[in-house]
């Protein structure tokens, strides 16, 4: 039996039988001059054809349009994926004579090819991001998916468009509410916009303004002060229930400026790890808030300082494995030279610092600007109450050197702008959060806690449990009870994505050609869907062109 299956197979091999989707030569030879690496592998190396068969494009090939067509909804611009080039030549192929099989198998081709290579570029975008984020200068290095073109092609090609796109959508780490909420604001754009006010006691105003986001609910009676709180909270504001200054100014940022935010974020989650694992700690910088989760609920929340804007806090991700009690502070000599140089005996040690050269305790004398900058001499500052460090620090080694500590000033925490400190992240409650780090060492309390944070000697105690270590810097965010967040651009680092993604004159902005789904519908204020029209915000974008691709997307929508 065996035998004659391989005979039957040669015989059918010799006549000329083939796998019907594999290439023909006019799709390798068109492969073969493709500018896209992993279009040209995947071809050469017996990838079968995705989006044509013997009778032309095929139904996965008008799917794939339609969704390219909506992914402005994800802050993606639809015309950087040869849309115009597809639809020509979709369009070749439905007026071609049938009779003439040359001229389709070279259209076929053309179309077949070009289809892929936007689905390489369009996984790319959605995957990993549309921008270098290292070019950016932004402080970023955490890592995402290196391999997402290569995974989205093998699904593709064994699975089908359906089990593509899935493969591509599985950002975590707040992505789809994101994207939901993009597609709300670019609604309300597209209405007219949202009402601004004109000063701080425009009571009506205010009411249409704060009505326009949900923050206020005017089926009912409620005080107008409880609909200020909420917007103040909602942007990171001291939540007073007045219109002070910089609650005017947040009220009046224009609805395009919050859409550019929100496609940012998004762009920078694409950037990040699909999921931070079930336990971790997230500093996100410009929030100025750390949360601690623990079997994907969260368990613990606080106030922090980070880096202010001469020592920005980079964006990374490690491994915390240990916790110093009652810790030394070894100065960085940039710090050092800069800010403590040159003082006296007196002054040194009424601070708790000692003046080292290695290990030996040396002269103030010898603790001049250009020592310390040199590293020949160091400052080192004792455990105690007045320590820099406060009294525990949190190491997650790292090449930024950079931790969580304790801080003695606690004052600082009341600000609201809390961009204080050198760079590293000073915690407002570390005793909790020692104690939650070192729950499964076990024979850890409150007590034992406080008494190694009151000790006199630095005490190390490595962790049973490392725990991944998440600093992130995200402006727009949808909270747990799905309201939308939005934070300053504390490092400008939101500026400068931006010129990045609207590089090419175009803003994606085409909601009206998105087709609508329910799956894209969420039940939404019907302040926010049907916003009075007004007369357009300014837009500060470095762009007010729009997409070439509307006018493509909405002929496909129209078939």
Same mark, same amino acid.
């Given at each position: 039996m065996r035998h004659a299956l391989c005979l039957a197979l040669l015989v059918l091999s010799l006549a000329g039988c083939r796998n019907p989707n594999a290439p023909s030569p006019e799709v390798k030879a068109q492969a073969a001059q493709s500018e896209t690496p992993q279009v040209r592998d995947y071809y050469a190396e017996g990838g079968t054809t995705l989006w044509t068969d013997a009778q032309g494009a095929t139904?996965?090939? *008008?799917?794939?349009?339609?969704? !390219?067509?909506? %992914?402005?909804? #994800?802050?993606l611009d639809p015309s950087?994926?040869?849309? *115009?080039?597809?639809?020509?030549?979709?369009?070749?192929?439905? $007026?071609?004579? %049938? &009779?003439d099989a040359a001229s389709q198998d070279r259209l076929l081709a053309r179309f077949e090819v070009t289809a892929t290579e $936007?689905?390489?570029?369009?996984?790319? *975008?959605l995957g990993r991001g549309r921008v270098d984020r290292d070019a950016l200068g932004a402080s970023w290095h955490l890592q995402g998916d290196t391999l997402v073109e290569a995974r989205a092609l093998a699904a593709l090609r064994d699975h089908g468009l359906a089990a593509a796109l899935d493969s591509l959508s599985q950002?975590?780490?707040?992505?789809?509410?994101?994207?939901?909420? +993009? !597609?709300?604001?670019?609604? $309300? =754009?597209?209405a007219g916009g949202w009402p601004t006010v004109s &000063?701080?006691? *425009? &009571?009506?105003?205010?009411?249409?303004?704060?009505?326009? #986001?949900?923050?206020?609910d005017t089926m009912t009676a409620a005080p107008l002060a409880n609909g200020i709180r909420a917007f103040q909270q909602r942007h990171g504001l001291n939540a007073t229930g007045t219109v002070n200054d910089s609650t005017l100014h947040a009220l009046n940022v224009p609805l395009a400026e919050r859409i550019a935010t929100m496609e940012a974020n998004l762009e920078r989650l694409r950037w990040m790890p699909s999921s931070f694992g079930p336990t971790y700690v997230v500093v996100n910088i410009p929030d100025f808030y750390l949360q601690a989760f623990e079997n994907n609920r969260r368990v613990m929340e606080m106030a922090v300082i980070v880096g202010g804007e001469a020592n920005r806090t980079p964006a990374f991700a490690d491994t915390m494995r240990y916790l110093a009690f009652a810790p030394y502070w070894n100065v960085p000599p940039s710090i050092a030279s800069r800010e403590l140089a040159g003082r006296? $005996?007196?002054?040194?040690?009424?601070? @708790?610092? =000692?003046?080292?050269?290695?290990?030996?305790?040396? %002269?103030?004398s010898l603790a001049t600007r250009?020592?310390?900058?040199?590293g020949r001499i160091r400052l080192r500052q004792k455990p105690g109450p007045t320590n820099s460090l406060g009294q525990v620090k949190f190491m997650f080694p790292n090449a930024h050197n950079i931790y969580l500590h304790d801080t003695p000033a606690d004052q600082l925490f009341a600000r609201q702008n809390r961009a204080l400190s050198h760079g590293c992240i000073? +915690? %407002?409650?570390?005793?909790?959060?020692?104690?939650?780090?070192? @729950?499964?060492n076990g024979g850890w309390d409150s007590t034992r806690v406080d008494s190694a944070m009151n000790g006199s000697r630095e005490l190390r105690v490595n962790l049973t449990r490392t725990i991944p270590v998440f600093l992130v810097y995200q402006t727009a965010w949808v909270d747990e009870a799905g309201r939308v967040q939005f934070r300053d651009d504390l490092y400008g680092h939101d500026r400068r994505l931006l010129a990045a993604l609207y590089a090419n004159g175009s803003r994606p902005t085409a909601a009206q050609a998105v087709p609508t789904t329910a799956a894209d519908s969420p039940v939404v204020p019907d302040s926010l869907a049907e916003a009075p029209p007004l007369a357009a915000a300014p837009d500060t974008l470095p762009t007010t062109r729009r997409s070439s691709a509307v006018p493509v997307c909405q002929r496909l929508s129209a078939r």
């Open positions: 139904a996965a090939a *008008d799917a794939f349009l339609q969704r !390219l067509c909506a %992914s402005s909804a #994800e802050g950087a994926y040869r849309l *115009d080039d597809l639809a020509a030549l979709r369009d070749s192929l439905a $007026a071609l004579d %049938s &009779t $936007a689905f390489v570029r369009f996984a790319h *975008d950002h975590g780490n707040g992505y789809e509410p994101l994207r939901q909420a +993009l !597609l709300r604001y670019r609604r $309300a =754009e597209a &000063t701080q006691t *425009d &009571t009506a105003g205010l009411r249409r303004r704060l009505a326009a #986001e949900g923050d206020l006296s $005996a007196a002054s040194y040690r009424r601070r @708790g610092y =000692e003046v080292l050269r290695g290990n030996t305790v040396v %002269s103030a250009a020592n310390l900058a040199s000073r +915690l %407002s409650r570390p005793a909790d959060l020692a104690l939650w780090a070192l @729950g499964p």
